[in-house]
């Protein structure tokens, strides 16, 4: 017999009391030829999944599967009328996202999802959840999601010795970058960014997926910065700053790596880092071409641990050095990126116990220092030089430099 019941995360917020985005639905009892003939149209590749032919919301048939290979992409799905709910929800990485709702509004819940709920706990369905390393990633997110009051989820000591076990096994090696980059994205864009490094650290995943990042615990920041906060500490305290003040994802990116290179600094030099911003870059760059970043995050992040320091510099600077670092950075054909960099920066001196309330004129300074600089008229100055034209570009130099040095007095 036929029946239809939403399951996954829609049954999850909904007994969150959180807005419910989608809807999945699950069919039990059916086939594809069923399916097929009710008007249902066929979208899925790997197992069947129906597009409802007036509301177009997703609709699969309940399924199995059965691990072939390493890595997310090694399974095998069945899938017929014979397949049962609970085999179907049995398959799927949490307790919280186990659960089903029938037509008539009835909870479906063979696994303690929603005891999981009311306890704020990640918990494994079953050993199954080792044969997808993808589903470390989503669970780390969902801490990050679901970090509100009145505390954090905590994951089951059981299911932390399982995720623990899989990276031991090499199977988050086998995730493709495409992949990493895309749950690590919707990680940094969420409530509590921190809390998804937090997990996948206390896994020994992130060592395995962002070793630069995993260097920086340990690592004392400068005197003047609470050196008994450590540098890993301190980045968490910045992109969840970042988050707080709901900055898009580039600016929340280039937060969490501006700082890589103190993860490099000899021990014996430690609480000093100089020279370090050089080395982020250098660092930002590799980890930007091993996960295969898009370029808007890649180059604002790149941007960022280059120059953050010179941020914090910037009253101090001469006119000459100022109008060198809007160049560097392309910042008169692209402003609101630098302006995106310069909120970056904020987060870097914001983001520290004890210090989110002090004054830090920088960055304004830089956004109205980058106004006066664009106001120098250079096809004025070009028709100035026309009978030298090599001269051209270093007269608007000079130009720039002097509307900095004016709006500075």
Known sequence: MKQTYIVGGAVRDALLGLPVQDRDYVVVGSTPEQMLAEGFRPVGKDFPVFLHPKTNSEYALARTERKTAAGYKGFVFHTDEHVTLEQDLIRRDLTINAMAQDEAGLIHDPFGGQRDLQQRVFRHVSDAFEEDPVRILRLARFAARFSVAPHDFSVAPETMALMKKMVDAGEVDAL??????????????????????????????????????????????????????????????????????????????????????????????????????????????????????????????????????????????????????????????????????????????????????????????????????????????????????????????????????????
């Open 176 to 409: 493709v970058p495409e992949r990493v980059w895309q749950e690590l994205a919707r990680g940094l864009m969420e409530v509590k960014p921190s809390r998804m490094f937090e997990i996948l650290r206390a896994c020994g995943a992130l060592q395995r997926l962002l070793p630069e990042l995993d260097a920086l615990w340990g690592v004392p920041q400068p005197e003047k910065y609470h050196p008994e906060i450590d540098t890993g500490v301190h980045i968490m305290l910045v992109i969840d700053y970042a988050a707080a003040q709901g900055y898009s994802l580039p600016i929340r990116f280039a937060a969490l790596l501006h700082d890589l290179g103190k993860g490099t600094t000899p021990p014996e030099l430690w609480p000093r880092h100089h020279g370090h911003e050089e080395r982020s870059a250098k660092l930002v760059d590799i980890v930007c071409q091993r996960l295969k970043v898009p370029s808007d995050c890649r180059d604002l992040a790149y941007m960022t641990a280059r120059d953050h320091g010179n941020v914090g510099r910037a009253l101090e600077m001469r006119p000459a050095t100022i109008v060198d670092m809007f160049m560097r950075n392309d910042a008169f054909r692209k402003p609101q990126r630098f302006i995106d960099m310069l909120r970056a920066a904020e987060c870097d001196c914001f983001g520290r116990s004890g210090l989110e309330n002090i004054d830090f004129p920088q960055p304004a300074f830089l956004e109205a220092a980058l106004h006066a600089a664009q106001q120098v008229n250079g096809g004025e100055i070009a028709h100035q030089c026309a009978d030298h034209p090599q001269r051209i570009p270093e007269a608007i130099r000079e130009a720039r430099i002097s509307a900095v040095q004016q709006f500075k007095k």
